[in-house]
Nanobody, 123 residues
Framework: VQLVESGGGSVQPGASLRLSCAVS????????VAWFRQAPGKEREGVAA?????????FYADDVKGRFSISRDDAENTVHLQMNSLKPEDTGVYFC?????????????????WGQGTQVTVS
């Protein structure tokens, strides 16, 4: 199982970024795929999740609702995170993660497959 993130970078407040996570075909069709972020000195936290196993539902952390959007590209086995109106507090390393099933899709403990992360800096 492999997850590979891309699309991070350094932007000014108010700008947009689009992160991508390439997911092994073996798992893509039936898993929850989520984005987490970890700021320096803080715990990793869930940002957004998309779960086929939950009827293709999407889930968002309260502080990104209306600004971030998660989407799945089934043809490319890729999950995207569109981030708009970025704020300095969005800064951190963003990780893509996958799980067979997640009762709480934004909880770290639910996921057992992780990518290496991509840095997002807003300043």
């Amino acid at each position: 199982v492999q997850l590979v993130e891309s699309g991070g970078g350094s932007v000014q407040p108010g700008a947009s970024l689009r992160l991508s996570c390439a997911v092994s075909q073996y798992i893509f069709g039936s898993y929850c795929v989520a984005w987490f972020r970890q700021a320096p000195g803080k715990e990793r936290e869930g940002v957004a999740a998309a779960c086929i196993s939950r009827g293709s539902l999407t889930f968002y952390a309260d502080d990104v609702k209306g600004r971030f959007s998660i989407s799945r590209d089934d043809a490319e086995n890729t999950v995207h995170l569109q981030m708009n109106s970025l704020k300095p507090e969005d800064t951190g390393v963003y990780f893509c993660a996958a799980a067979v099933h997640a009762i709480h899709p934004l909880k770290v403990i639910e996921y057992n497959h992780w990518g290496q992360g991509t840095q997002v800096t807003v300043s």
